[in-house]
């Protein structure tokens, strides 16, 4: 019914930058709240940031000041800018949503973001 999909993940410097991107398809269904989740190998999943549909945020201590979520509601899709990056960021990144209609919430395939020292 729903299917999201990342973009933007790649390898990046120390203290540089990317811009990930999650388009949801089925754009009947609307976005509740929407955001980003990363595992590295051997560790659990956590989530990294999330918004409500009114624009509330809330971020992992480990990124705040760093890391800016936003969303573009008409559109079903949410993005991260993650700026200063460090080793520690190196996961893979996933994309997560619920929709209002739907009996469960959704998980992109994820997209690797690789931080060199």
């Known amino acids: 019914q729903v299917q999201l999909v990342e973009s933007g993940g790649g390898l990046v410097q120390a203290g540089g930058s990317l811009r990930l991107s999650c388009a949801a398809s089925g754009s009947i269904f609307r976005a509740n709240g929407m955001g980003w989740y990363r595992q590295a190998p051997g560790k659990q999943r956590e989530l990294v940031a999330d918004?409500?549909?009114?624009?509330?945020?809330n971020y992992a201590d480990s990124v705040k000041g760093r890391f800016t979520i936003s969303r573009d509601n008409a559109k079903n899709t949410v993005y991260l800018q993650m700026n200063r990056l460090k080793p520690e960021d190196t996961a893979v990144y996933y994309c997560?949503?619920?929709?209002?209609?739907?009996?469960?919430?959704?998980w992109g395939p994820g997209t690797q973001v690789t931080v060199s020292t």
């Open positions: 918004i409500s549909r009114s624009g509330l945020t």
């Open positions: 997560h949503a619920d929709f209002y209609a739907l009996p469960r919430d959704y």
